[in-house]
């Protein structure tokens, strides 16, 4: 008796996750995976004061921080609202695959094309969430000196709501009461990607792996599978990978798709991979154009600090940056993080099953990369940390989670002393 209502339980248990696809909220949705899913562990967490450091037996206090954060989650942009709305047409027009699939008899898009690519609750939530966990960490070094954060944004309206919402929070963290910033927009720094020649003329053919990969067996066989739950003779991957954005947006923003049914962890681990084939060779370590073009970035960041410790003055505490998984993936890999020994192929998806360069987690919505600078006690020494989504990681300038300012510079020289123009030159 017992063990028949235990089955029934575990029954209808397995079919709420299927249809609701609940069971998905996991860093497997690529660029589209929420910030908080990303993450191990989340919204109740203690934050870590970073305000200080130990270095070498002495305490390191912190004078600057460069904060890059991606925007946070946002609506579909308007050519994926079109493309969802013709899928949903097309569909709902065969009457075999509506009755096998009653949700699209009545399933409207829920994503307005005038809030196309704009900021969802989900975002305002995740710079809710960030702007209080990072006033908390580094509460010292904003306390009393709100007005000496420069805040810095794209010309995309969504980095501008990023940065609102997040400054509301950070305000209320810190009981401040400065009159309201005005950000900077500059697109050579955070959007350098649209401004490199060479990157561009590059880009256009990096697709080779993505695409063998777009029409190798694995996609196949998650097609296939596809077409056999709808009962049709045609179906192209692009029509799955418009389906599987529906999935993502809509478990994103409201925890439900049925959209997602059509789904397995599995089907999305591969899709996960396709992904980021494609940002492997466009913006991680497929070609050095990749992150060599992040120079204006970087260029900046190591200019303010060495600012900061020649003048020894108080004239800027951080550089908070609102920007995009573009602007993200290059800045990661120009530093090193995340790399793999292999290179990412279409034929080698079993080799990197726990592969490094994922971008699932490491560039959600709101990813943030925080490059913090300390000054030591005693010694006067300069010393580094940085954090990936709120987490210290290994710099790998000097394998360890705090570097000497000095080799941080050394290791990095080719990204402080860099010029733009002459790397995005086309001959
Ligand atoms: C849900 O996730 C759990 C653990 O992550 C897994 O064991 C289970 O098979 C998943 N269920 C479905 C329907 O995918
Ligand atoms: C968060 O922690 C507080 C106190 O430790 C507890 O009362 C609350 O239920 C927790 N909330 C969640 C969502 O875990
Ligand atoms: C910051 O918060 C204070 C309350 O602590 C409020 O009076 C003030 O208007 C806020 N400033 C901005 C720019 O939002
Ligand atoms: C989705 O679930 C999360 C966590 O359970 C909750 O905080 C959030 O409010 C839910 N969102 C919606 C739109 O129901």
Not at 162 to 179: G, R, V, W
Not at 362 to 371: D, H, K, Q, V, Y
């Amino acid at each position: 008796m017992t063990s028949y209502i235990l089955s029934i339980v575990l029954l209808a248990t397995v079919v709420v996750e299927l249809e609701c696809g609940t069971n998905f909220t996991k860093p497997v949705f690529n660029v589209m995976t929420p910030y908080s899913w990303a993450k191990d562990r989340y919204v109740n967490e203690t934050v870590t004061d970073e305000s200080n450091v130990m270095y070498n037996g002495e305490v390191c206090q912190i004078v600057n921080l460069n904060l890059l954060m991606r925007h946070v989650a946002r609506y579909p942009s308007l050519y994926w609202i079109r493309r969802m709305k013709n899928l949903h047409k097309m569909m709902k027009q065969n009457p075999d695959v509506v009755k096998k699939h009653n949700f699209l008899k009545t399933w409207i898009i829920p994503f307005a094309e005038e809030n196309a690519y704009s900021m969802s609750a989900l975002g305002n939530e995740e710079a809710t969430t960030l702007g209080r966990t990072f006033g908390e960490k580094f509460k010292q070094l904003f306390e009393g000196k709100m007005d000496l954060i420069d805040y810095t944004i794209t010309s995309k309206e969504v980095t501008q709501q990023s940065f609102h919402a997040f400054h509301k929070s950070l305000n209320e963290t810190i009981l401040a009461d400065a009159p309201m910033p005005i950000p900077t927009v500059d697109d050579e720094r955070l959007r350098f990607y649209s401004k490199c020649k060479k990157y561009r003329t590059y880009s256009d053919k990096s697709n080779v792996e993505y695409d063998a990969f777009f029409g190798g067996t694995k996609m196949r066989t998650i097609v296939d599978k596809i077409k056999k739950l709808l009962g049709v003779k045609n179906l192209k991957t692009e029509q799955v990978i418009t389906m599987h954005q529906i999935c993502a947006f809509e478990l994103g923003i409201f925890n439900q798709s049925d959209w997602c049914s059509f789904f397995t962890l599995d089907d999305l681990i591969v899709l996960d991979y396709l992904f980021d084939l494609s940002h492997f060779w466009q913006r991680g370590f497929g070609y050095p154009i990749n992150w060599q073009m992040s120079c204006p970035f970087t260029r900046h960041m190591l200019k303010r600090f060495d600012d900061i410790i020649a003048y020894q003055i108080e004239t800027t505490v951080a550089d908070i940056q609102f920007a995009h998984s573009y602007t993200l993936l290059p800045v990661y890999t120009a530093f090193g993080l995340f790399k793999d020994s292999n290179t990412l192929l279409a034929n080698n998806f079993e080799s990197h099953k726990s592969r490094l360069f994922r971008v699932s987690s490491a560039c959600p919505f709101s990813a943030n990369l925080g490059t913090a600078l300390y000054k030591c006690g005693v010694s006067g020494n300069f010393v580094v940390k940085m954090f990936v989504n709120e987490e210290e990681v290994n710099i790998p300038a000097c394998g360890s989670k705090v570097c000497l300012y000095q080799d941080f510079k050394q290791a990095y020289k080719l990204l402080g002393d860099c010029d733009f123009q002459k790397i995005c030159k086309t001959q």
